[in-house]
């Protein structure tokens, strides 16, 4: 059986309602009424899809007022990919069938579940399926599931990739919900582009060497590593322009924590970035090889530096630990900022980019992406909290941590053990 059929990977076969969890230690900021919601693949009991990132959508969320925990509920994301419509269409991928697995967004007056292979699913706060979004019929691409909200002006910045030209649009939302720009930006090759950054006044691209293989298709994800293809970075004006390209060493980054211009204008992308080396271990292992890489290969938190006026670039490691999911305070989104939050070996950590100190909280179990949670009425970066689903084979737990020392606040128990997955957000009331 693959890796990601078993362990902590391993789908639920059912969906579940439970009420009045048990907060087991601590106790609840009264304060956090609102609903946490996770999303993550869950194949169909008896289903193999062929790889981690290929299963079908289930969104877990627990309802949390007045410092108590109301409700968790899990539900499947209610695709057309689910119902049995099929993966691929006329221009490389129906933009309805898709799985709806990696995020979950609220925007304007909808929450999204995304998936960059297709259309995002509307679902309601209580976890059921509304539909596919095209934005009025004026999404032609697919979107990415790491859109970037400016937490100035409201709007959402996103891109669609896709295997057939054009390989990359970028789009934009206004802050009621409009699709009022969609601008295609010219890349080599269909480049799987899994997340980018924005600036205040920039969009920053990654386009790396990981690439569709028409070959692949039918066998998991088709897409593969490319010496062949080059490693760079763009940075284009929001307000339009030509992109500026960067090349850097080979690389490929999954996720970004944030990106700012500084005083000289230069544009700061900090991201976890893998070797090419440590790519090629952690996409065997997922992928459910029978020959997979050397797991100790893992991704760290890199920065690039990049001068649009110049050409100039300076690229260096933040640290050497192996990381994911880097999380951000998003008031901060695209403009200075100094914690970046992360999760790996069983931990917690936190990163102060301006003194380069790093801080762990030990858990002995796994942990899932840490949502920051800003507390209302805060002054600095670090004041809220850090929400991020904590599991052993034994079961799971929400935990709700104190961003600014990473000590333990509030530990609620879950009624089932909730899979590994990819990315949460917390909607207050």
């Not at 039918?218 to 004006?237: E, K, S």
């Not at 065997?284 to 797991?295: E, F, H, L």
Request: net charge negative.
């Amino acid at each position: 059986m693959p890796a990601y059929l078993q362990g902590l990977l391993a789908p639920v076969p059912d969906e579940i309602d439970a009420v009045d969890l048990a907060v087991t230690r601590g106790a609840l900021p009264p304060e956090l009424t609102g609903r946490y919601f996770r999303n993550g693949p869950n194949p169909l009991p008896g289903q193999d899809p062929g790889h981690w990132f290929a299963g079908h959508g289930m969104l877990h969320g627990v309802r949390l007022r007045n410092g108590r925990a109301e409700w968790y509920r899990n539900r499947w994301t209610r695709t057309a990919a689910l119902a049995g419509a099929p993966f691929v269409g006329p221009n490389g991928v129906d933009r309805a069938a898709v799985t709806a697995n990696t995020h979950v967004i609220r925007h304007h007056d909808r929450i999204l579940a995304l998936v960059e292979s297709g259309l995002p699913y509307e679902v309601t706060p209580e976890l059921e399926t509304v539909g596919p979004v095209d934005f009025g019929g004026r999404l032609r691409t697919a979107m990415t599931a790491h859109p970037k909200q400016d937490p100035v002006t409201g709007e959402l910045h996103f891109f669609g990739y896709g295997a057939m030209p054009p390989f990359l649009t970028y789009h934009r939302l206004s802050a009621g919900g409009e699709l009022v720009e969609s601008r295609v930006v010219a890349v080599p090759g269909p480049t799987m582009m899994h997340d980018f950054a924005i600036t205040e006044h920039h969009a920053v691209w990654l386009d790396l060497p990981v690439v569709f293989d028409v070959s692949r298709v039918g066998r998991g994800m088709p897409y593969q590593w490319d010496d062949g293809y080059g490693a760079r970075i763009g940075v284009m004006p929001l307000a339009g322009g030509d992109v500026r390209w960067f090349d850097v060493d080979p690389c490929y980054v999954f996720h970004v924590g944030n990106a700012s211009e500084d005083d000289e204008g230069r544009v700061v992308l900090d991201a976890v970035r893998y070797s090419p080396g440590g790519f090629d271990a952690v996409w065997r292992g997922i992928g459910g090889s029978d020959t997979p890489g050397d797991a100790a290969v893992g991704a760290t938190l890199y920065r690039w530096v990049l001068d649009p006026r110049t050409g100039a670039l300076a690229e260096q490691a933040l640290d050497d630990r192996a990381v994911e999911f880097p999380t951000v305070n998003e008031d901060r989104l695209g403009r200075s900022s100094r914690f970046r939050y992360a999760v790996g070996d069983d931990a917690i950590l936190k990163y102060d980019t301006g003194s380069g100190a790093v801080q762990a909280l030990r858990l002995g179990r796994d942990a899932g992406e840490a949502v920051f949670v800003p507390a209302a009425g805060g002054t600095a970066e670090d004041d809220g909290w850090l929400l991020s689903i904590v599991s052993d084979l034994g079961g799971s737990e929400l935990l709700c941590v104190d961003a600014r020392d990473l000590t333990e606040v509030a530990a609620v128990a879950l009624p089932r053990r909730v899979p590994s997955g990819f990315h949460g957000n917390w909607f207050a009331d």
